[in-house]
């Protein structure tokens, strides 16, 4: 006859409902500090809507026109986002350049990078918008009409180019310092499985280094929204010419600008929550 001994268990025994009770507590307790900072910010945006009361602010004025504004903002948009498509295009051909071991793709990108974050984007609006159809005009004169032609870019065209060459360049070095941090092991052992150099950096390396460089990219994204009111001078309707076209019209600058500046805030809001549930998502999708 065996006797089965039983021995204590050294585990202690966990009831689940304790770690319900502790997340939820975690859950409250960010919530009201949510709370908080929200109060804060609210009493904040109240504190400055009693002083420009008190400065004969009209929010009647802004009432009345802030539809005419609002339909820039699929312009700011639009805008932002065809630059930006396009400008990490132009980053990624500008990092590989700086990093390939070909002098001539070195130089075409060191001087590329160099020459557009050397110049004031203003500038760049300018050359594009009014010195390439100069261009265009004399390679016209000289036979050269279908060349010439293409060289006249429309407000919006001009205002994308001048956007994406200008952001291409500063992402540039954020692309380059993202392929770079990923670990030259890694590089070694795909090629030791006979990859190739191509077929390693779009495999092994970009994928990696995307992930390290997507807050960077929003940021330069919300930067862009802000900085596309500079091609309001070529005439684009978005936020800043429609309300600047008011603001001159009846002498209400004040009413007009903070109202462009607001949805100007509200654009940023909203690309860093969507750049914030980006980020999660890519971090999620590298937990093992």
Known sequence: MSVETQFPSDEPDIDPSMGEALQAHKNKVRLIHTAKIASVWIALVLILSIGLLQLRFDPGYVGEHYGFVMQGVLTTLGLSVASIAIATILALLGALGRLSHNSIAQGLAGFYVSLVRGTPLLIQIYIIYLGLPQIGTQLQSLGFAHLGKTLTLTAIQSGILALSLNYGAYMTEIFRAGIQSISHG???????????????????????????????????????????????????????????????????????????????????????????????????????
């Open 186 to 288: 890694q590089r070694e052992a795909a090629i030791s499985l006979g990859l190739t150099e191509w077929q390693t950096m779009r495999r092994v390396i970009l994928p990696q280094a995307i992930r390290i460089i997507i807050p960077d990219i929003g940021n330069q994204f919300i930067a862009m929204q802000k900085d596309s009111a500079l091609v309001s001078v070529m005439g684009v309707w978005e936020i800043t010419y429609r309300a600047n076209r008011f603001g001159r019209k009846d002498s209400k600058f004040m009413e007009m600008f903070i109202l462009a500046a607001a949805l100007y805030w509200i654009l940023t809001i909203v690309s860093s929550w969507i750049e914030e549930r980006l980020e999660k998502r890519l971090a999620h999708a590298y937990e093992r």
